[in-house]
């Protein structure tokens, strides 16, 4: 494969985020805006419903989809069938979340029921579909375009994030239910398209398994070799912490918007405007010279950088300064930036040849983190609403993000990945002379 065309499909494979980041967009900011504070759902509920999603990984779902990617094939394709099997499941079921949602205030608990199947098909297809697409560029990018791609793959999720934003804040501001439900089916069908056709064509059909045989590994063996590995098991840890540093606020910066600074939607929809543009930037910036800079030194910089753009979101909040909220969220949008990269690609690169497993993994302790912010920074918020300030409510939220910060950057020098490959080395070997006598 010559430069030219290689070039072209990573660009491919890049543009696959594309349709997530249609997805979640619209799914953290502005539905969950909408159930919250237009519909008057409790807090906590809407974010257990988008939390369902990452309870999915908890289940299992993206170790097994990645493990069961690694050793078998359908139709002569290993990360495929998952990708677009899960990328259909999710469009599907994201465009049928805002007719129940709405109908819950004339039949509560038969809607609720209903938003929870949804949620967790959407779950099981959210899942399934990027952690093989995680393991598809780790298989086809090579370590020295890891970096790039992956860098470039979450810029343009948060790309296609802010254009989101802007599109739903200028279609929503005379809101109404129709609209809303028009603009997810919508988006449903175009994240679809766009992501069947940016990632169809790219692997190989029944290209060889680098996999011998007889290191096949069966679900229960995979996850003994996991256990059996204190350095696995604490750099998952370590992503639990860290993910939820980043994303845990997601969910609360919109209400916050509303509770604390009385903004419209189509002014907190701009939140995404302002942080996602910094953001960008510097995912980009930190892909390409990460190899430089170190992958530990991205992630200890950005991890300051957003602890400093969290003490101003609390500042801005004390002194009802719109100004410093916007300088706040682009400072915040820099050191997520950084962070963000530099953990992700220390992710796909900690696989030890088992890519799908091994991201699957980390992938679940993402999830599970993103799952604790989703509920419990909801549950926080509508505890401490009826007993305080809605500043001291959300002052108390960002402290929590700001310790695990503060916790993940005390973790981090203690991994490598050496360490690692060479720990799973060792555990792999024992388990297969177990499964040989």
């Known amino acids: 494969m010559n430069n030219i065309t290689l070039g072209f499909n990573l660009a491919r494979l890049s543009l696959f985020q594309i349709s997530f980041g249609i997805i979640y967009a619209i799914l953290t900011d502005t539905l969950n805006r909408v159930m919250t504070i237009e519909l008057g759902i409790a807090a906590v509920i809407?974010?257990?419903?988008?939390?369902?999603?990452?309870?999915?990984?908890?289940?299992?779902?993206?170790?097994?989809?990645?493990?069961?990617?690694?050793?078998?094939?359908?139709?002569g394709y290993r990360r495929l069938p998952f990708i677009l099997g899960g990328l259909l499941l999710s469009c599907v079921s994201f465009s049928l979340i805002a007719p129940a949602a709405f109908a819950m205030k004339a039949n509560f608990?038969?809607?609720?029921?209903?938003?929870?199947?949804?949620?967790?098909?959407?779950?099981?297809?959210?899942?399934?579909?990027?952690?093989?697409?995680?393991?598809?560029?780790?298989?086809?990018?090579?370590?020295?375009?890891?970096?790039?791609v992956a860098a470039v793959s979450w810029c343009l999720m948060v790309l296609t994030g802010i254009i989101t934003a802007i599109v739903m804040?200028?279609?929503?501001?005379?809101f109404t239910n129709e609209k809303l439900a028009t603009a997810m089916q919508t988006a449903s069908l175009v994240a679809f398209i766009i992501g069947f056709l940016t990632i169809i064509g790219l692997e190989r059909r029944s290209e060889t398994v680098e996999l011998k045989t007889e290191e096949s590994l069966s679900f229960a063996q995979s996850l003994q070799l996991i256990n059996d590995s204190p350095i696995t098991k604490a750099f998952a840890v370590y992503i639990f912490i860290s993910?939820?540093?980043?994303f845990g606020h997601e969910l609360i910066m919109e209400p916050f918007g509303a509770d604390v600074l009385g903004l419209s939607v189509a002014e907190t929809t701009k939140f995404r405007q302002y942080l996602g543009s910094a953001?960008?930037?510097?995912?980009?910036?930190?892909?390409?010279?990460?190899?430089r800079m170190g992958i530990?030194?991205?992630?200890?910089?950005?991890?300051?950088?957003?602890?400093?753009?969290?003490?101003?979101?609390v500042v801005s909040g004390i002194t009802t300064n719109v100004s410093l909220l916007y300088s706040a969220l682009i400072t915040l949008g820099v050191g997520l930036g950084l962070c963000t990269i530099?953990?992700?690609?220390?992710?796909?690169?900690?696989?030890?040849?088992?890519?799908?497993?091994?991201?699957?993994?980390?992938?679940?302790?993402?999830?599970?983190?993103?799952?604790?912010?989703?509920?419990?920074?909801?549950?926080?918020?509508?505890?401490?609403?009826?007993s305080a300030s809605p500043m001291i409510a959300y002052g108390v939220l960002f402290l929590i993000v700001i310790g695990a910060f503060t916790i993940s950057t005390a973790m981090l020098p203690r991994f490598s990945i050496e360490k690692f490959e060479e720990e799973s080395r060792v555990?792999?070997?024992?388990?297969l002379a177990v499964a040989g006598d």
């Open 169 to 174: 804040g200028n279609y929503l501001k005379e």
């Open 279 to 291: 953001q960008l930037v510097f995912m980009l910036l930190t892909g390409f010279f990460i190899n």
């Open 46 to 75: 809407v974010g257990g419903l988008i939390g369902i999603r990452e309870m999915m990984a908890f289940l299992g779902v993206k170790i097994w989809a990645g493990n069961l990617s690694d050793r078998t094939r359908l139709f």
């Open 342 to 386: 530099g953990n992700i690609v220390f992710m796909i690169s900690m696989h030890a040849g088992r890519t799908g497993l091994y991201i699957g993994l980390w992938g679940t302790a993402q999830s599970v983190a993103m799952f604790s912010g989703d509920v419990g920074m909801g549950a926080v918020r509508d505890v401490l609403m009826h």
């Open 109 to 148: 608990w038969l809607s609720l029921i209903e938003l929870i199947v949804i949620f967790t098909v959407f779950g099981i297809g959210y899942h399934a579909a990027l952690t093989t697409y995680y393991a598809l560029i780790s298989d086809y990018a090579g370590e020295k375009n890891l970096s790039k």
């Open 243 to 246: 993910i939820f540093a980043a």
């Open 296 to 313: 530990k030194n991205a992630v200890f910089i950005g991890n300051a950088i957003s602890t400093l753009g969290f003490v101003m979101l």
């Open 427 to 431: 555990s792999l070997e024992k388990i």
